[in-house]
Structure formats: structure tokens, C-alpha cells
């Protein structure tokens, strides 16, 4: 099973959690929030080989942690991901909107500068400003768009720039989501869980909730749930083939 995106760090019991994935089999994707949260989240994938941790600055928190892009430019070169950054256009967020803007171009400036990450974009409400940053900075790397929510225009415009897509339960639960994945090439298609900030059904979700997206995707696609679950599985090795591949330059 894939976590794709996952704040494991913010788990009351993060160590629990992980150690719980460790006996599923289940490959995380720990994403943090600010730079400065690095060293701790880090320290989570000791000795835990199917954790990758990447490197973020929230865009909820741009407004108010902008001051650390130094830090993320020193840690860059400790990982292949980078995550979560991006774009958030919802109201509350309007008046760091400009921050958001500096911040989110100087990730994928740098991100470009070190050969390009795999990077998982939040765009919210923004999806056609994460689309137009991306555009113009097409050696950033590879973007993962994380719950994706826009208009089909932008789907099929992030999939001609190259996107993937990581997709959750909570996505799911809505048409909107279900609508969207339906149109989303399957080769393209990693999943998530967005835990602990994603809920159902008011309690936050757990990375193995991904079993629960899997069977969800399974009836979109009128496949069987162990075709899915290959089918992701390959997703994740193509794309951790690509991350290797832009560290090397090959």
C-alpha cells in the first residue's frame, strides 16, 4: 500500500503510527509543514525504510514562516521529495496571497536549481495559479498534485504539463472528487491519506486508510481491487524510478 501524503509528524503518537505501517508493508510519504520541522520528522524514518520524508513550507503558513526559505534552500539536497508547498486561494489565506506567490516559486526555483524533486503541491482554490507557477518552471521536477479540486479545464491542463495526482478516501467521499478521478489517467494515480487533517466521518484518517481508497478507486474504474492495487504499486515505482533518475541526471 501507498501513503503518498501524510503529516506523520502531527499524530499525537507519530512513532505508533509508523511502527504500524512498518507491519502493514505500507510505503509513507511524510510531508512536512515548515522547514524548521525537518529535523524532528526526519528522525521519524530512522530505520524505517519505507518512509521518505520531503522537505515543505506550508502555503497556510507562508505568510508567517517565509522567513525560513533559507533554511529549506540548505536542506534541499538531504531528499528527493519535496512537499507540502503550493498554492492556497481560500478566503482566509487571501491576505498572504503575495507570500504564497514568493513562496511557492522560490521552492520550484530551487527545487529546479538542484536537478528537480518530485514534489507534492496542496491547490486549493488555486489551481490554476499552481498550473501557471508550474508552467514556468518546467525543471522543477515532478509535481504530485495533492487533492486535487479544480475545474476539469485544469485537470486536463495538468496532465498535458505533467502532473500526477495522489487521491484519498476524503476526496472520494464527494461527486466532485469522484468525478475528477474518473477523468484522471490511471497511470497518473498514487493515493493518499492526508492524515491526521483529513477526517471521516469526523475522526482523522490513518495512512492504512489507503486500503479503503484503493477498493473506492476499484469501483470508479470497474476494476478489481487487487488490479488497483498493482496498478499503484507501479504508479510508486515509476515514480521513485523518476525521483532517482533526476538525482542522478539520467
Known amino acids: 500500500m501507498i501513503d503518498f ?3 506523520l509528524d502531527l499524530y499525537p503518537d507519530p512513532f505508533s503510527v509508523r511502527d504500524e505501517c512498518a507491519k502493514r508493508g505500507l510505503y509513507l510519504v511524510s510531508v ?5 520541522a525537518w529535523k524532528k520528522t526526519v528522525g521519524l524514518a530512522l530505520n524505517s525504510p519505507r518512509v521518505r520524508t520531503a522537505l515543505g513550507l506550508h502555503p497556510q503558513l507562508a505568510g508567517e514562516r517565509e522567513f525560513e526559505l533559507p533554511l529549506f534552500d540548505q536542506t534541499l539536497k538531504a531528499t528527493r521529495y519535496v512537499g507540502e508547498v503550493g498554492l492556497d486561494g481560500g478566503r482566509e489565506y487571501k491576505p498572504t496571497w503575495d507570500a504564497q ?5 522560490h521552492v520550484l526555483r530551487s527545487s529546479s536549481d538542484a536537478g528537480g ?3 507534492s503541491i496542496h491547490s486549493r482554490r488555486a489551481s490554476g495559479a499552481v498550473l501557471d507557477s508550474l508552467t514556468a518552471f518546467p525543471s522543477a521536477g515532478i509535481p504530485v498534485l495533492h487533492w486535487f479540486s479544480g475545474s476539469l479545464r485544469d485537470l486536463d491542463r495538468a ?7 495522489s487521491i484519498g478516501c476524503a476526496m472520494l467521499a464527494g461527486e466532485k472528487g469522484r ?4 477523468r484522471m489517467p ?7 491519506s492526508d492524515g491526521p487533517f483529513a477526517k471521516v466521518n469526523g ?8 486500503e479503503d481508497a484503493v477498493s473506492q478507486l476499484s469501483l470508479i474504474w470497474n476494476v478489481s481491487a487487487t488490479s488497483t492495487q498493482k496498478l499503484i504499486a507501479e504508479n510508486f515505482r515509476r515514480l521513485c524510478a523518476s525521483s532517482l533518475a533526476l538525482e542522478t541526471g539520467d
Open 186 to 192: 490511471r497511470e497518473l494515480v498514487l493515493t493518499e
Open 203 to 210: 475522526k482523522s484518517i490513518m495512512p492504512w486508510s489507503v
Open 32 to 36: 512536512t509543514t515548515t522547514p524548521s
Open 117 to 119: 524533486r518530485v514534489i
Open 179 to 182: 468525478s475528477l478521478v474518473k
Open 101 to 105: 506567490l514568493r513562496v511557492f516559486e
Open 159 to 165: 496532465v498535458r504539463i505533467g502532473c500526477w495526482f
Open 5 to 7: 501524503h501524510c503529516h
